[in-house]
T-cell receptor, first 118, second 116 residues
């Protein structure tokens, strides 16, 4: 399965500032997914990032608040902009594990970024 | 739209007893179904999946899950629970259509506590 390196693992930020989270995958993947998870709660999909096109955002999430870059098939960034305490959460990236036959073998997640906005 | 329900926020079992964590789903067509586990302060770990084939799928750490199409369920089971199984468990569904290509929808999670 793919291996994802996500950083930073945690950060404490001042309100009004921005934080960029990076995910590096050890293999080429078509789609990368960005999730938000409140501690102990479920995951909510923020957006799907495809290489070479704009990210597709889910309801309630907008590009101005969560700009995403996908410069190549192994890397993506999510920026949390103009942060407020309500943005405090865990942010995770994910990729779909496809074998050589392009069958789904599950999903791999980054280790997460624990963000606290003060 | 696809959705997942985990009706129990909390499941408590004694060590050595069988455990079941329930999951029901709603999706158009045949689903991909997954179970993940999350230990405190750690990322999600893939446990098992159902794509096609046998309704009983076996996964990591002795867990298994049974796909029941008529009941739209995918309950997670283990014959004998360990204290180390205590964690937060998520069920997820992925549709096969192009509309939700690649997207997984997660349940709210079930906290499993196994007591010695």
């Amino acid at each position: 399965s793919a291996v994802i390196s996500q950083k930073p693992s945690r950060d404490i930020c001042q309100r009004g500032t921005s934080l960029t989270i990076q995910c590096q995958v050890d293999s080429q993947v078509t789609m990368m997914f960005w999730y938000r998870q409140q501690p102990g709660q479920s995951l909510t999909l923020i957006a799907t990032a495809n290489q070479g096109s704009e990210a597709t955002y889910e309801s309630g999430f907008v590009i101005d608040k969560f700009p995403i870059s996908r410069p190549n098939l192994t890397f993506s960034t999510l920026t949390v902009s103009n942060m407020s305490p309500e943005d405090s959460s865990i942010y995770l990236c994910s990729v779909e594990d496809l074998g050589q036959t392009k069958k789904n073998y599950g999903y791999t997640f980054g280790s997460g970024t624990r963000l606290t906005v003060v | 739209a696809q959705s997942v329900a985990q009706p129990e926020d909390q499941v408590n079992v004694a060590e050595g007893n069988p455990l079941t964590v329930k999951c029901t789903y709603s999706v158009s067509g045949n689903p991909y179904l997954f179970w993940y586990v999350q230990y405190p302060n750690r990322g999600l770990q893939f446990l098992l999946k159902y794509i096609t084939g046998d309704n009983l799928v076996k996964g990591s750490y002795g867990f298994e899950a049974e796909f029941n199409k008529s009941q739209t369920s995918f309950h997670l089971k283990k014959p004998s629970a360990l204290v180390s199984d205590s964690a937060l468990y998520f069920c997820a569904v992925r549709g096969r259509g192009r509309t939700n290509a690649g997207k997984s929808t997660f349940g709210d999670g079930t906290t499993l506590t196994v007591k010695p």
